[in-house]
């Protein structure tokens, strides 16, 4: 099974910049490192899924190494809206359609 | 924006009775998946559904459980018969392709069915 290890809380405040690291050892060369977010008692929801070097999108920017055993997930000027748990999965590439989670990172965003 | 809708948003039953869950996907989406999460505790895959047939499954997903398409729209989760720890928020989710494949394989979760077992 896909492994990742990432911190089980972050704290923060409003307007920092948060960067959140997910280690992935075994991450194999086809596989895709994706993020998710979700807010309680409500689904996950997609951020951002990036294959090597720096994906960006409107929510974030997503950091891939060279040997992409890690990633980080940099959430910019965060607000209180931003506290919620963060999710790093890696998926095979077109192999499978299911997304297996971990605990995820509970970051919490103070004013 | 299309969304996944689910129905009920809250299930109260009694032990040994028969649960359906209900979801409508994205229009244009091919997979569907169910997952739960139990209280204070992580997103677990169920299943994992594509061409009105089971494509994945989880230890979780024994014969106590079914999912069905009947109709092209509905996607539905029952439960024959529910157990305690069968307690839990359960999420639909839809995607147009697999989850592996850059910018399409987003995964669409709804807002969760709360399951409470008596």
């Known amino acids: 099974l896909a492994k990742t290890t990432q911190p089980i809380s972050m704290d923060s405040y409003e307007g920092q910049e948060v960067n959140i690291t997910c280690s992935h050892n075994?991450?194999?060369?086809?596989?895709?490192i994706t993020w998710y977010q979700q807010f309680p008692s409500q689904g996950p929801r997609f951020i951002i899924q990036g294959y090597k070097t720096k994906v960006t999108n409107e929510v974030a920017s997503l950091f891939i190494p060279a040997d992409r055993k890690s990633s980080t997930l940099s959430l910019p000027r965060v607000s209180l809206s931003d506290t919620a748990v963060y999710y790093c999965?890696?998926?095979?590439?077109?192999?499978?359609?299911?997304?297996?989670f971990g605990t995820g990172t509970l970051l919490a965003v103070q004013p | 924006e299309p969304e996944v809708t689910q129905t009920p948003s809250h299930q109260v039953t009694q032990m040994g009775q028969e649960v359906i869950l209900r979801c409508v996907p994205i229009s244009n989406h091919l997979y569907f998946y169910w997952y739960r999460q139990i209280l204070g505790q992580k997103v677990e895959f169920l299943v994992s559904f594509y061409n009105n047939e089971i494509s994945e499954k989880s230890e979780i997903f024994d014969d106590q459980f079914s999912v069905e398409r009947p109709d092209g729209s509905n996607f539905t989760l029952k439960i024959r018969s529910t157990k305690l720890e069968d307690s839990a928020m359960y999420f639909c989710a839809s995607s147009f392709t697999t989850s592996g494949k850059t910018n399409t394989g987003e995964l669409f979760f709804g807002e969760g069915s709360r399951l409470t077992v008596l």
């Open positions: 075994n991450i194999a060369t086809n596989d895709y």
């Open positions: 999965l890696y998926v095979k590439g077109g192999a499978t359609n299911k997304l297996i």
